[in-house]
T-cell receptor, first 116, second 110 residues
Framework: DAGVTQSPTHLIKTRGQQVTLRCSPK?????VSWYQQALGQGPQFIFQ???????QRGNFPDRFSGHQFPNYSSELNVNALLLGDSALYLC???????????????FGPGTRLTVL | EDQVTQSPEALRLQEGESSSLNCSYT??????LFWYRQDPGKGPEFLFT?????EEKEKERLKATLTKKESFLHITAPKPEDSATYLC???????????WGLGTSLAVNP
């Protein structure tokens, strides 16, 4: 059983460019959350997708957008990149049950984004 | 305001020297507390979920406990391979938010 996979593993972009990161959830999971993690910090919640809709959003600007596909995989898009967007971007998947959208989350290995 | 605080920020132990990491929280409507382990440059690895005060869970050398105000991650006779950052996250059900601590960086010397 493949766990959560993310691509690419590393990415280098310049300011003002756009980037798309991809995530495939763990088998049987239907909910995908995206996080940004700066060095030495805890993960910062960007947004969560379920049933192809954004269900919750953290304090991130509209430059950060996402999408979830019918097979539950997801993309994170960041437009007009800033130097401060350099971070490890983590995807986490979970299975939504009842009213809880935060059952155990399983994380992918992350995508290391460097903005020059 | 929902808040999660982990202490200490960093901890250095000798192999075999048991200790505890703390995660204290003030959230509205606790619906779950999660412990993760994170190695440098990798995604967090799920360890435990605790739902109610008094609950305990164990896995190898790790034991997690929960009270109404805090959780402890006890590490018994640690080995160098236990070196990692340990993250705590709390789901505040009233605000439907998952609040993360900044983590405790653990180093175990052989």
């Amino acid at each position: 059983d493949a766990g959560v996979t993310q691509s690419p593993t590393h990415l280098i972009k310049t300011r003002g460019q756009q980037v798309t990161l991809r995530c495939s959830p763990k088998s049987g999971h239907d909910t995908v959350s995206w996080y940004q993690q700066a060095l030495g910090q805890g993960p910062q919640f960007i947004f969560q997708y379920y049933e192809e809709e954004e269900r919750q959003r953290g304090n991130f600007p509209d430059r950060f957008s996402g999408h979830q596909f019918p097979n539950y995989s997801s993309e994170l898009n960041v437009n007009a990149l800033l130097l401060g967007d350099s971070a490890l971007y983590l995807c986490a998947s979970s299975q939504r049950t009842g009213r809880s959208s935060y059952n155990e989350q399983f994380f992918g290995p992350g995508t290391r984004l460097t903005v020059l | 305001e929902d808040q999660v605080t982990q202490s200490p920020e960093a901890l250095r132990l000798q192999e075999g020297e048991s200790s505890s990491l703390n995660c204290s929280y003030t959230v509205s409507g606790l619906r779950g507390l999660f412990w993760y382990r994170q190695d440098p440059g990798k995604g967090p690895e799920f360890l435990f979920t605790l739902y109610s005060a008094g609950e305990e869970k164990e896995k190898e050398r790790l034991k997690a406990t929960l009270t109404k105000k805090e959780s402890f991650l006890h590490i018994t006779a640690p080995k160098p391979e236990d070196s990692a950052t340990y993250l705590c996250a709390v789901y505040a059900g009233n605000n439907r938010k998952l609040i993360w601590g900044l983590g405790t960086s653990l180093a175990v010397n052989p």
